[in-house]
């Protein structure tokens, strides 16, 4: 029986370092013209933990069977250092200007209005408490930005320059005077998913900064035209989960656009660009190459364990979704990234601190 067993386990994995093989190549290919290369790049993150998960199981019945999945993680080492990285934080210089810039979907506040009563209450002051941590910061970026939101963070944090998108839906705030600012148009049809920018002045340098909130996947396939910022969000089943697989090709191919059109505008840019924001897509993506490409993912650089930014409830955290990124240009030296779990949105901050050259 023991030998059917493993004899149907040797398929399966060989079919898992097949799968984990072709999620390689996955960034290359735009969602529209594979359905194929888009979906085995979402669930990538399953199938590095499901390699690791054969390598040892192998290692306690059969060590000859392991080699296949310890090949695939060793061939993919730079793909795997994109959700689980090893690198150390460092001090930079004293002399030189660093920033100290957050990203952070706050999920309308919904996880906290939801709540009732007393409960509502403690989970108001556990968030005043969760943002009074980063007091320090000069620059947040939020997305599914909110007037709830937009009021805990003026208690709590002392950033008195702001820009927001129509309809408030991202905000960029900022310890340094705003000089400029603007939103890209037509980004997308619904409110919520919005790109906007702002030239801040740091001392006697200025920057640019990108807030933005790419097309997020629907399970029915349809963006609605308003947001319902004030309606309580239900977790994912297993039917919504089909829903947002269905269509994800469909999602995917509009966030390769808006990822195709935000950088050609970056490159526009008259000064350092940096970029903030919920991508709604993995690293192992298209829309990730897209932006990646001649900039430094700050978790890449300077990330230390697994860079899930998606988790609020167990079904989250096990997809181990990394979809919240800050990318710097290539002058700026990165000293450090860091993640922020939390239960007050589905998605956690995140954080970096980076030196201005």
Not at 28 to 36: A, I
Not at 54 to 72: K, P
Request: aromatic letters at 12%.
């Amino acid at each position: 029986m023991m030998k059917k067993i493993n004899g149907f386990l040797v398929f399966v994995n060989i079919t898992l370092v097949v799968l984990t093989l072709g999620a390689y190549f996955a960034p290359h290919f735009h969602p529209r013209d594979s359905v194929f290369f888009s979906l085995i790049g979402l669930v990538f993150p399953a199938l590095i933990f499901g390699n690791i998960a054969f390598i040892l199981y192998w290692l306690l019945f059969n060590i000859r069977y392991c080699w296949g999945s310890i090949l695939v993680l060793l061939v993919g080492i730079p793909y795997v250092m994109n959700i689980i990285n090893i690198q150390k934080a460092s001090d930079g210089d004293a002399a030189t200007k660093i920033l100290k810039i957050a990203s952070y979907n706050t999920q309308f506040a919904i996880p906290i209005r939801s709540n009732q009563g007393r409960n509502k209450e403690v989970t108001a002051s556990n968030f005043q408490k969760h943002l009074k941590q980063f007091q320090h910061l000069d620059i947040i970026c939020i997305q599914e930005h909110s007037p709830y939101v937009e009021n805990q963070i003026s208690q709590a944090l002392q950033l008195p320059y702001q820009y927001f998108s129509r309809g408030k839906f991202v905000a960029i705030y900022s310890k340094y005077p705003i000089i400029n600012e603007g939103q890209i148009e037509n980004f997308s049809s619904n409110d919520a998913n919005a790109c906007i920018w702002a030239d801040i002045q740091v001392d006697n340098k200025k920057i640019r900064i990108y807030a933005a909130h790419f097309e997020a996947n629907r399970k029915d396939g349809i963006v609605p035209n308003t947001v319902a910022a004030h309606s309580d969000e239900p977790p994912i089943d297993f039917s919504i989960a089909v829903g947002l697989l269905r269509f994800y090709q469909k999602f995917s191919a509009r966030r390769a656009d808006q990822a195709k059109k935000l950088r050609q505008l970056m490159a526009t840019s008259p000064y350092p660009a940096i970029l903030c924001g919920d991508i709604n897509d993995t690293p192992q993506t298209h829309v990730y190459q897209i932006l990646k490409e001649d900039h430094k993912d700050t978790f890449r650089e300077k990330g230390l364990g697994i860079g899930a930014t998606f988790g609020s409830t167990l079904k989250n955290k096990l997809a181990l979704l990394r979809i919240d990124y800050i990318f710097t240009p290539p002058s700026f030296e990165v000293l450090n990234h860091r993640i922020f779990p939390a239960p007050f949105s589905d998605q956690y901050l995140i954080y970096s601190k980076v030196q201005l050259p």
